[in-house]
């Protein structure tokens, strides 16, 4: 029975626009260079232009905090105070913020007089003139501010540097007594430091007054190893650093192999797919039993399409075994995929048989690879016995 193929199917309510398809330049002289860190086996990428353009040009990547796009923010609320649009939390939430902080900065190996000084300084009500003298308060960041708050939700897109901040000159209330100050403090998964920030806090006994935030918690961009090399070696727009120190190609293969045995195969699929103009996602796979969800355009326009599943197999398709299939388990797994609209689709890494493992070592050797894709269609009885009788 041949398989019948699927048109994308678009979502219903899409509230951004297409902006490209890769995250680089229109021209040779426009080549963009991002960075990105190898913490503890994870690809971040830290700062928040690099983020907002590697996730919007492309869909590389999710937020740590979030689903996916990486927007995620602590504060829930936001309401407009005096001409400031500033988050809102309860009593309950603020003192564990606080209980937070105060966690973090003896964790920093403070004494308990250091800790207690800071928080102490940082809970005190400020008045909301102190809070316009230390922003500055003229009308060009006024301006910045607005065009930096999303208009539906009146909350500050993600990767804003302006809405609710101190004056940049004003030290970070930690830094000066820290003994072991963190030598990339742009880029610190789960870093929580004292944030020059403001907040109203909600109460019976007070209401409403505005403090300072105790702590500031970043979302970061994570990219999967298969998206950063991507980057990094057939887009060359990407630097990952290990200690502050930038990897090279054949590095950061040797690496990733390290990480995942089966990087080879599992990239070759993400290189051909993306080659050919499909957006794939190794995340959202996970749910359905797959390696690979292949998006048309990405996430936010379209549902995807096919689930992946990635075998290495030899000329002969004798497989490795990465995944051994029953025909029980190959039918549940189509099963599941048909109910959600989607195909399944079998993509195959053929290793010519005289491959060496040193040209494994290099990534020289995706060229030496094949990739074949084959549709599972689930037979329906039914439909056939219908298709008979048309004819």
């Known amino acids: ?74 504060y829930d609320h936001w309401e407009e105070h005096e001409g400031l649009i500033l988050p809102v939390v309860s009593q309950s939430r603020y003192e564990d913020l606080i209980r937070w902080a105060k966690a973090a900065l ?11 000084q800071t928080l102490l300084r940082l809970s005190q009500p400020i008045e909301m ?15 910045q501010m607005e065009e930096e708050t999303c208009p539906h939700t009146k909350r500050p897109r993600s990767g804003s540097k302006r809405t609710c901040r ?28 004292p944030g020059p920030a403001f907040f109203l806090v909600v109460s019976d006994s007070e209401g409403r007054r505005l ?8 979302e970061y961009l994570q990219l999967s190893l298969e998206e950063a090399f991507f980057l990094v070696y057939s887009l060359g727009c990407l630097s990952v650093y290990l200690q502050q120190e930038p990897l090279s190609v054949s590095q950061l293969w040797r690496k990733f192999r390290s990480l995942c045995p ?37 996430p936010p326009f379209y549902h995807a399409s096919y689930s ?35 195909e399944l689709m079998l993509c195959y890494i053929i290793y010519p048989p005289d ?11 995706l060229s030496r690879l094949e990739v074949q894709e084959v549709i599972v269609s689930r037979w329906v009885s039914s439909r056939e016995r219908a298709e008979q009788e048309d004819i």
């Not at 030290?171 to 789960?190: I, K, L, Q, T």
């Not at 403090?211 to 918690?217: E, K, N, V, Y």
């Not at 490795?320 to 189509?334: D, E, I, M, Y």
């Not at 491959?355 to 050797?365: K, R, T």
């Open 1 to 74: 029975m041949q398989a019948a193929f699927l048109a994308p199917r678009r979502r219903t309510r899409v509230h951004e626009e297409y902006e490209a398809p890769l995250p680089v330049g229109r021209s040779p002289q426009e080549k963009s260079q991002f960075r990105a860190e190898l913490i503890n086996q994870h690809v971040l990428v830290c700062q928040p232009e690099h983020i907002q353009k590697i996730h919007n040009q492309g869909y590389f990547g999710k937020g740590v905090l979030s689903r996916a796009r990486p927007d995620h923010s602590i």
């Open 106 to 116: 003896s964790a920093r190996g403070l004494d308990e007089d250091a800790v207690s």
């Open 129 to 143: 003139e102190h809070v316009r003298r230390e922003m500055g308060g003229s009308q060009e960041e006024e301006e």
């Open 166 to 193: 101190l004056d940049p000159r004003d030290p970070d209330p930690v830094s000066d007594s820290d003994p072991n100050p963190n030598p990339d403090p742009d880029c610190d998964p789960g870093r929580l430091d």
């Open 211 to 218: 403090r300072r935030t105790p702590l500031a918690l970043s």
């Open 262 to 298: 089966d990087f080879i195969s599992s990239y070759a699929a993400y290189h051909h797919f993306r080659s050919q103009g499909w957006v794939p996602k190794t995340g959202g796979g996970a749910k359905y039993g797959v390696d690979l969800m292949l998006y048309r355009k990405g």
């Open 308 to 342: 992946v599943v990635i075998e290495r197999t030899d000329d002969a398709f004798r497989s490795s075994g990465l995944r051994p299939f029953s025909w029980r388990s190959l039918a549940a797994l189509s099963r599941i995929t048909a109910n959600v609209s989607k």
């Open 355 to 365: 491959l060496s493992e040193a040209e494994l070592d290099s990534p020289v050797c």
